[in-house]
């Protein structure tokens, strides 16, 4: 059997021919989902009397599951690196964890394509890798058909297998910026309490064929209306800031329509095509959302962000620079050199913050109220306030109200105040 399922080199395998090419930035993108899901799966088993975890893991647009990789081999594809990130999230549980009975993992793949080429194709592949016991239970379910037009199927059949603590992950790798729109987003958000969306949004297309036909076509689409106006787009072309001004305006819609309430908005820097692409991660607890900065900072390489560090990431004042194209120059790279930058920031806003908290606030009330607006981890964030406190511009107290010499672990209800000294010198420069 031969199966196309897109232009490019080709790789025999037992199941047919795969055809399709994964460009290296697919590649980063699946090193960073297999990850994520390793440390997601991890992080729920973490309590070793938990003996079931019951979830439920969809694949909106799932491909065939195989492609030739940009070294010529076989590069596996979404549902395949699904099912290994959990296979090896099991493995480090029972390897790791001393458990008088084992874990079960009763995790349920939903793999959706309008593609009967990319489903017969998956089909086959998953049954040649072992998988065939899996698919005839139904613990591997294959859809084909709009992911759209499914998803509310697929949305009550995850209720239906976590309705309490309401768990599910939706992996949804359009290929383009419109086949999500913002109800369904909604639809997730309102009906599973512990949903998280991985939704890659090809920004950079958008906004290059932006005009005022196809702007409308996107809102009527997607919901995604007002992040700019039809009569802005001939004014703020011409400035420079453009780009940033109309991305910063369609994540905050896109995020803030979604009902999830914690968000990562970094971009992947594409090799080819039509250049950089979004891939957001919509949560509903910040626990989640830290999981996945983490990430990005592991595969600094590839993921990019337009905007400032430290804590007002939004804005484009570290992207000073923009090129013709409107692009940002110089911008953060999750390396070294933003991680310092990160740092050098976080030590002048934390201060200013605290200043004007006089009367103190928790670590957690600080970190909540500015996950999603900064690139840094909670760990960063704890390792600047510790820098501060160690020089004293900073005091930490207890609960009770009492000084603490914290020199590693912040508790999340340890409180953050500017140290006495510190508000003298800010009192007398202003
Ligand atoms: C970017 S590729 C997916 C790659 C895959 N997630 C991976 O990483 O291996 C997008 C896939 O979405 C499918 N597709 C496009 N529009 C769709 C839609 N509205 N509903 C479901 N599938 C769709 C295409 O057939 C294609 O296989």
Redesign the pocket.
């Known amino acids: 059997m031969r199966v196309t ?1 897109n232009v490019g080199k080709s790789l025999r395998l037992g199941v047919g021919t795969a055809t399709a090419a994964l460009a290296r930035h ?1 590649e980063v ?2 090193s960073l989902l297999r990850e994520y899901l390793i440390e997601y799966f991890l992080t729920l088993v973490a309590s070793p009397h938990q003996d079931r975890i019951q979830l439920t893991v969809v ?7 195989c ?1 030739v990789g940009s070294s010529g081999t076989e590069v596996p ?3 395949i ?1 699904i099912l290994e990130a959990l296979r090896e999230a099991q493995v480090r549980v029972e390897l790791g964890q001393q458990r008088r009975k084992p874990i079960e993992f009763d995790v349920k793949l939903i793999c ?4 009967a080429s ?1 489903i017969d194709y998956l089909k086959r592949l998953l049954q040649e890798k072992g998988y065939g016991g899996r698919l005839a239970a139904g613990g591997i379910q294959l859809v084909r ?4 037009t499914c998803s509310e199927a697929i949305i009550a059949e995850a209720v239906k297998r976590s309705p309490r603590a309401g768990r599910a992950i939706f ?1 949804l ?3 383009g910026y419109d ?1 999500v729109p913002l109800p369904t987003l909604q639809n997730i958000f309102c009906s599973l309490a512990k949903a998280e969306v991985i939704l ?1 949004f090809a920004v950079d297309a958008l906004i290059n064929f932006l005009s005022e036909k196809n702007l409308a076509d996107f809102e009527r689409k997607t919901g995604i209306d007002g992040a700019i106006t039809a009569a802005e787009l001939d004014k703020l072309k011409k400035s420079p800031g453009w780009r940033l001004h109309v991305q910063s305006g369609l994540y905050q819609r896109l995020t803030k329509g979604s009902g999830a309430e914690y968000f990562t908005p970094f971009f992947i820097r594409a090799d080819r095509g039509h250049g950089d692409f979004w891939l957001l991660h919509l949560s509903r607890h910040w626990k989640a959302r830290d999981v996945m900065a983490s990430t990005h900072w592991k595969y600094h390489n590839h993921f990019v962000h337009y905007g400032a560090p430290g804590f007002d990431m939004l804005t484009t004042g570290y992207a000073a620079r923009i090129d013709e194209s409107g692009h940002a120059q110089g911008a953060f790279e999750f390396d070294d050199v933003a991680a310092n930058a990160n740092k050098e920031a976080m030590l002048v806003q934390i201060p200013q913050a605290l200043d004007r908290q006089k009367g103190g606030v928790s670590f957690e009330r600080f970190f909540h109220d500015r996950v999603n607006l900064t690139p840094a981890t909670r760990e960063m964030v704890a390792k600047a306030v510790l820098e501060l406190a160690a020089s004293k511009e900073v005091e930490i107290l207890g609960a009770d109200g009492t000084l603490r010499r914290v020199r590693s672990a912040i508790q999340s209800d340890h409180v953050l105040r500017l140290s006495t000294q510190k508000i003298f010198s800010f009192s007398s420069a202003g």
């Open positions: 399922l697919s993108k699946h694949d909106g647009f799932c491909g065939g599951g492609y594809g979404s549902p690196v959706v394509d309008e593609s990319a058909g709009d992911f759209l992996v790798d359009q290929y086949a890659t």
